[in-house]
Nanobody
Framework: QVQLVESGGGLVQAGGSLRLSCVAS????????MGWYRQAPGKQRELVAR???????NYGDSVRGRFNITRDSAKNTLYLQMNSLKPEDTAVYYC?????????WGQGTQVTVSS
C-alpha cells in the first residue's frame, strides 16, 4: 500500500505564494496520474490540477494560470506551485495517486489565504 504525505500548507496573505509537496512512499507500477484536489468547508472536493504519467496536465478553471503542477519521478514527488493566492483558495489540499486498480489519497494539508 502506497502512502502519500503532503506538506507545504500554511497561512499566507492574498497575492502570496505557496508550494505544496506530496511524497509517495514507493514507485508505483501502472500509474495513470497524480493530482491535487481541495475541499473547502461545506463544499465538495474539487480538482485543482492533475498530471498524467505521460506528462499531460489539466487544471481547474479557478486556478488555471495561477497554479502549476509538476512531478519528479525520481523522487516520487508531486508539487503544486500556487501563485497569486486568493481567499477563495482556502481549503484542505489532498494529494491523489491513480493507478489502474486504485485511487490513493493523502491526509491533506491546510491552506489558508487571508484577505
Amino acid at each position: 500500500q502506497v502512502q502519500l504525505v503532503e506538506s507545504g500548507g500554511g497561512l499566507v496573505q492574498a497575492g502570496g505564494s505557496l508550494r505544496l509537496s506530496c511524497v509517495a512512499s514507493k514507485s508505483i507500477r501502472g500509474l495513470i496520474a497524480m493530482g491535487w484536489y481541495r475541499q473547502a468547508p461545506g463544499k465538495q472536493r474539487e480538482l485543482v490540477a492533475r498530471i498524467t504519467s505521460g506528462g499531460s496536465t489539466n487544471y481547474g478553471d479557478s486556478v488555471r494560470g495561477r497554479f502549476n503542477i509538476t512531478r519528479d519521478s525520481a523522487k516520487n514527488t508531486l508539487y503544486l506551485q500556487m501563485n497569486s493566492l486568493k481567499p477563495e483558495d482556502t481549503a484542505v489540499y489532498y494529494c491523489n495517486l491513480q493507478t489502474s486498480l486504485q485511487n490513493h489519497w493523502g491526509q491533506g494539508t491546510q491552506v489558508t489565504v487571508s484577505s
